[in-house]
């Protein structure tokens, strides 16, 4: 029976070929574009990049023929995320932002979300890897035994998962992803954790995706 993965698409290459690789792997794929929280200010320079992403996630789903959802999540960034980093640093602390928005609203909104409208799993461009405990570890979604990745994380099969860093050690995120539970891991996938950056943008080019060259956001 064919699986749904809900794909959190940025705009950026990484979940584009997030995206394709999980579809070249047999799932049926709907994209989510997730809006971000933004300050009121006067200037609308800000107010235009997340339109230019989500234009550029619409662009990639179409190349895909895939739908593309916008979810607005900008009032829980504001609240889990936003708040969080500005009272850190008035405490003269370090936060942490991304740790929190993957917690929150990656993982929790988002998450919640998805399973409720019926995915079986989510995935996003995360360059990390998940693997069962026990038994050999998953294979790239885009071999041949991609089968192999739809049946790891399963929630009926019991096993318990684990995240590595990813094959790309400048690129590695799995620190960000520490406050994840076993009940959220077994439905996540990262499909590019295999993959150095470079050869995510070969793959790219080589799908032939609009925003392949498109360079790597600050956050």
Same mark, same amino acid.
């Given at each position: ?75 829980? %960034?504001?609240?889990?995320?936003? #708040?969080?980093?500005?009272?850190? %640093? +008035?405490?003269? +602390?370090?936060? #942490? ?8 609203? $990656? @993982?929790?909104?988002?998450?919640? $979300? ?6 079986? @799993? ?17 294979? /790239? ?8 990745? +739809? ?7 019991? /096993? ?6 990813? $094959?790309?050690? #400048?690129?590695?995120?799995?620190? @960000? ?9 077994? /439905?996540?996938? @990262? ?9 995510? +943008? ?8 609009? #925003? ?8």
């Amino acid at each position: 029976m064919e699986k749904t993965v809900f794909v959190a698409m940025s705009g950026g290459v990484d979940s584009a070929v997030a995206a394709v690789l999980l579809k070249k792997s047999g799932f049926n794929v709907v994209g989510i574009f997730m809006k971000p929280w933004q300050p009121d200010a006067a200037s609308s320079q800000i107010d235009c990049l997340w339109k230019q992403d989500r234009e550029d996630a619409l662009r990639v789903a179409a190349k895909l023929d895939i739908p593309l959802l916008t979810w607005d999540f900008s009032k829980e %960034y504001e609240k889990y995320v936003a #708040n969080y980093m500005i009272e850190g %640093y +008035r405490q003269g +602390r370090t936060p #942490n932002p991304d740790v929190m928005c993957n917690k929150f609203i $990656k @993982f929790g909104l988002f998450l919640d $979300k998805a399973l409720k409208l019926g995915a079986d @799993f989510i995935a996003t461009g995360h360059y990390v890897r998940i693997k069962p405990q026990r038994g050999p570890a998953p294979p /790239h979604p885009h071999s041949a035994q991609s089968a192999d990745l +739809r049946s790891m994380g399963d929630p009926q099969s019991g /096993h318990p998962f684990a995240l590595y860093t990813a $094959k790309d050690q #400048n690129k590695d995120q799995s620190y @960000f992803l520490y406050t994840l539970t076993q009940v959220q891991l077994k /439905h996540c996938l @990262f499909p590019i954790g295999d993959y150095t950056k470079d050869e995510v +943008r070969k793959m790219a080019r080589k799908f032939n995706l609009p #925003n392949w060259d498109k360079k790597d956001s600050q956050g």
